[in-house]
């Protein structure tokens, strides 16, 4: 894997592996050109977020077992989308961020201090 920074500047750690999120399902949020929602922001899910992304049209909460994907619940870590973080963040209901996991490109979305803010 290539040397990736989070937003902090430090090396880019693992946002998590249970299950498997990122883009790549390699547990890191990183990004490359087949990724077309930038899956960048390592977040700690809620409730109200589930629900407010969910309304949207993605719902992570509903297993999905043809994509082998259990389905995630408040607590859980996820690499969220750069602009689903941003609108979450807009409407107040955006889920604090990991910011070591969270990929170094999320600044060009937001500043360092509203991705600190949650």
């Known amino acids: 894997m290539i040397l990736t920074?989070?937003?902090l500047g430090t090396p880019l750690k693992s946002c998590c592996d249970s299950p498997?999120?990122?883009f790549f399902r390699d547990g890191f949020?990183?990004?490359g050109p087949q990724d077309h929602g930038t899956h960048i922001a390592c977040a700690v899910l809620t409730e109200e977020f589930l629900e407010f992304t969910?309304?949207?049209g993605n719902d992570l909460s509903t297993p999905r077992p043809?994509?082998?994907f259990p389905g995630l619940v408040p607590g859980d870590k996820?690499?969220?989308c750069a602009l689903r973080w941003t609108e979450a963040f807009a409407?107040?209901?955006a889920p604090a961020l990991d910011l070591e996991a969270t990929h170094e490109k999320m600044l060009e979305f937001a500043t360092l201090?509203?991705?600190k803010a949650k």
């Open 66 to 68: 043809e994509w082998n």
């Open 78 to 80: 996820w690499c969220l």
């Open 91 to 93: 409407a107040g209901v």
């Open 54 to 56: 969910k309304a949207r």
């Open 5 to 7: 920074k989070n937003v």
């Open 29 to 31: 949020c990183r990004t």
């Open 113 to 115: 201090e509203d991705l």
């Open 20 to 22: 498997k999120t990122g």
